[in-house]
């Protein structure tokens, strides 16, 4: 079952390979040894804590938006899955709306209408081109100009537009003017939305470039030959191109997508309350265990980013098997 | 100097075990970023904290943090970026606030230049860290003193400059008496500070249900605050004073009685100097005896050659040594008065009467003051 021993070294690289390999493995090795000496060593000297130990005790403070239930008592550990799921979550929503977005631009970058044309083209480069966290602060002060609550838009019957959020009928009960502000209902908040909306443009104005690229990629005689059997241009696209596109377009998709994921850590610019926001800054600034935290945290976004490649991949490889029956 | 023992907290949680390798690795990843400037930028920052101040020829007591400051010609002082009354920089780019001039009486003893300062600019969240790495060599940031932080962080409180307490800002409007009649508002609140901690308190104990809005900076909380995104905006009472003196009808606003908690504004130096922590505690120990002593930076100049109070004497360094105990010069507090003057002035001239922010004394009047108030200083003995 393994191979011959020289074999095995054959397949290594040969005998001065492995010893360049081994000494180079043994020098990082030493390094990650001497760096965490160093970490400890200064740690101590400060009279700083280290260890996990600070998970387990309550967090003392509110957070706005919580998919799981959570009190001020709650553990540090919560913050972190509380923190975790709306990453989760806006990252979800971002990379389904993103999607959507950037394909819808990249087909009209393509497409014979001149107006749609040089409206995605102007969508494009605008957004490509300016750093994100500046739209993340438009879209926060563009939502803080919505009308406080006094004086709320209705888009609809029981739809209410402020500035601390969208207001909608759900579960049987509809928002009303009430107290403070509005009661009952729903509310998308002001935070998700400005994080999402800064997301989706932005990562939008990405995935429009690659669907382009992807259509782009695919042979003009594909195309003729579709028109040449009678499809019409729904179909020609649909049935045609953009199944052989979507092959070209995938890998440069999922890294937009890890961007997506990645990008969501600046929430905190809005007051969204995702896992750095949350646990990084709240729990680090109560706790004072900054190494362990922020390794915590790159773990989880190392984590979904793995996963999200892999799935992506997966998706790949089935395409790719598909295209060779 | 405390060390930490970190393997019991290791062997307790759970989550040790359950993080592979990988963990490690980032960790020491992390670590490594954190670690590498500090020893090329030469500086001596890192000594600081690993060097135990020495007990040499008699009371000179050498501190690494002074050493390190007399050789870089100017002092370190981290601030808030943002907080008019206490720090901020004004419309011409120059520093000013309560804050600010107690940096500037710091390098007025110990480098007898109130000019011999670099502000640093540091977030709520930053500041912390930029004192452990070494970036300042005292923190002044309105940062309350607690037990966690005391005990916990690695650092020393020197002295408590400002006694404040937190409380509820309100449009006038609203009618509000009290901040119980929050149940239910939405209230903007800063992350990364006290303030977060308290005000879930505050509600809970009460058993009122709010909605807190969290923002990172203070200006979005104002923004937002202006814009009616939230009902009331909750932070320190001269925080919200400042707040209020930069909106646009400030009449408008009113603070809320509630004082839901003590706020010791303290200056923060790391654990581990205490000859530094001296320093940095008695030049405010100078700014408060100077008041309760009538020196003022009019009047120092001439008091120093004519008055006969020994105690102010002492202070001054016209009589006795008490300088160089500190590793100072021995005009050391003279050179605070003079050029940045006592704690009376100070307050008033960045938040008193004739700021923009009218606070009163209250608690920061001196003990034997009309109305009393906490200032108390030792003698200088």
Sequence with gaps: MAPSRGGLVRRLGGWRAIVWQAGLLLALAVLALWLAGNARANLQALGSRTGFGFLGEPAGFDIPQTLVAYSPQSTHARVFLVGALNTLLVAGLGVVFATALGLLAGLLRLSRNFLGRSLATVYVEAVRNTPLPIQLLIWFNLLLLAPPPA????????????????FFPWAGTAPRLEGFGFTGGAALSPALTALLAALVVYTGAFIAEVVRGGIQAVSPGQSEAARALGLREAG?????????????????????????????????????????????????????????????????????????????????????????? | MSLAPDSPADRRSPLRRAVPLAAV???????????????????????????????????????????????????????????????????????????????????????????????????????????????????IRNTSHTFSRDADLG???????????????????????????????????????????????????????????????????????ARQACDAITDDISGLASTRSVLDNPQAHVLLPDVISKEPMASVVRQGDDAWEDIVRWTFYAMVLGEELGATSDNVEQLRGSSRDPELRRLLGADGQYGRMLGLSDDWAFQVLRQVGNYGEVFETNLGARSPLRLQRGLNALWRAEQPGLLYAPPIR
């Design chain 1, 151 to 166: 004086r709320a838009l209705q888009l609809l019957p029981g739809v209410h537009l402020t500035n601390r959020g969208l």
């Design chain 1, 236 to 325: 020609r696209l649909r049935l045609v191109v953009l199944p052989q596109a979507l092959r070209v377009m995938i890998p440069p998709l999922a890294s937009q997508y890890l961007n997506l994921t990645k990008n969501s850590s600046l929430a905190i610019v809005v007051g969204y309350p995702d896992l750095v926001s949350v646990f990084g800054n709240t729990s680090l600034t109560r706790t004072g265990q900054a190494i362990e935290s922020i390794a915590l945290i790159m773990l989880f976004y190392l984590a979904v980013s793995l996963l999200i490649s892999l799935a992506l991949n997966g998706w790949n490889a089935r395409l790719a098997r598909g295209d060779r029956r």
């Design chain 2, 155 to 225: 650092f020393d409180f020197a002295a408590i400059y400002y006694f404040d307490g937190q409380g509820f800002m309100v449009p006038r409007s609203l009618n509000l008496r009290s901040a119980a009649e929050l149940a239910g508002a939405r209230i903007c609140v800063i992350t990364g500070s006290t303030t977060e901690l308290n005000v879930a308190d505050f509600f809970r104990s009460r058993g009122l249900a709010y909605e807190p809005v969290v923002v990172d900076r203070v200006e979005q909380a104002r923004a937002s605050y």
């Design chain 2, 25 to 139: 690795l980032l960790a020491v990843a992390v670590a490594g970023c954190g670690d590498d400037p500090a020893p090329a930028t030469a500086t001596p920052q890192q000594p600081a904290a690993q060097q135990q101040p020495r007990t040499s020829q008699g009371a000179v007591r050498e501190s690494a943090t002074l050493r390190a400051v007399r050789s870089r010609g100017r002092l370190n002082c981290g601030v808030n970026h943002s907080l008019p009354g206490f720090a901020y920089p004004d419309n011409r780019g120059v520093w000013r606030g309560f804050e600010v001039d107690y940096c500037r009486a710091i390098a007025a003893a110990v480098l007898g230049d109130r000019e011999a300062v670099q502000f640093v600019p540091v977030s709520p969240t930053e500041r912390f860290p930029a004192l452990q790495a070494g970036e300042v060599d005292v923190l």
